[in-house]
Antibody, heavy 118, light 108 residues
Framework: EVLLLESGGGLVHPGESLRLSCAASGFTFSSYAMTWVRQAPGKGLEWVSTISGSGGSIYYADSVKGRFTISRNNSKNTFSLQMNSLRAEDTAVYYC????????????WGQGALVTVS | EIVMTQSPATLSVSPGERATLSCRTSQSVSNNLAWYQQKPGQAPRLLIYGASTRATGIPARFSGSGSGTEFTLTITSLQSEDFAAYYCQQYYKWPPLTFGGGTKVEIK
């Protein structure tokens, strides 16, 4: 069974930093790209960042480029999102998700981690 | 950026009836479109990919159709557990990956 478990959410002030992590199990982690998707309160889904299985390819939404950094540790089956210079508009539930093996849709999701910037 | 437009924003349907949800894209995405279901307080769940292929474990009452810029998610004979929000997502041209604004299916 594929399991994704986020950690690291919380309340921070504007301008501060926070690091989210996602622990994966139940599949060959290094074979899959992984993604962060967020959802502001009462709003829709917004793609944030994707990292390839090897970590060699990384993509960001314009809204977070230069402030957020995605990374992964294939030996520990984890990936992370370092969020710096946080803004009120970054307040959201952040989901980690597994990309399908060849295409960028998401076949498994974590339960979400709430980040509040206030 | 490919803009996704879902309609209607809210759909009121009686249990046992059919629901038809629409997703339009600002340019062709071929069949590179996925649908997700999200219940309150839960993570999204993949329903459909490739515009019409059901994901593992998804009941046959969910079906997807369309290609190019016009897509439809149909739920036949709505069950109580189907009342939720539904989102479409394109993965044809990215970054960025983009989602529609969602359709909430509520009980009539």
């Amino acid at each position: 069974e594929v399991l994704l478990l986020e950690s690291g959410g919380g309340l921070v002030h504007p301008g501060e930093s926070l690091r989210l992590s996602c622990a994966a199990s139940g599949f060959t982690f290094s074979s899959y790209a992984m993604t962060w998707v967020r959802q502001a309160p009462g709003k829709g889904l917004e793609w944030v960042s994707t990292i390839s299985g090897s970590g060699g390819s990384i993509y960001y939404a314009d809204s977070v480029k230069g402030r957020f950094t995605i990374s992964r540790n294939n030996s520990k089956n984890t990936f992370s999102l370092q969020m710096n210079s946080l803004r009120a508009e970054d307040t959201a539930v952040y989901y980690c998700a597994r990309d399908s093996q060849w295409l960028a849709f998401f076949d498994n999701w974590g339960q979400g981690a709430l980040v509040t910037v206030s | 950026e490919i803009v996704m437009t879902q309609s209607p924003a809210t759909l009121s349907v009686s249990p046992g009836e059919r629901a038809t949800l629409s997703c339009r894209t600002s340019q062709s995405v071929s069949n590179n479109l996925a649908w997700y279901q999200q219940k309150p307080g839960q993570a999204p769940r993949l329903l459909i990919y490739g515009a019409s292929t059901r994901a593992t474990g998804i009941p046959a009452r969910f079906s997807g159709s369309g290609s190019g810029t016009e897509f439809t998610l149909t739920i036949t004979s709505l069950q109580s557990e189907d009342f939720a929000a539904y989102y479409c997502q394109q993965y044809y041209k990215w970054p960025p990956l983009t989602f529609g604004g969602g359709t909430k299916v509520e009980i009539k």
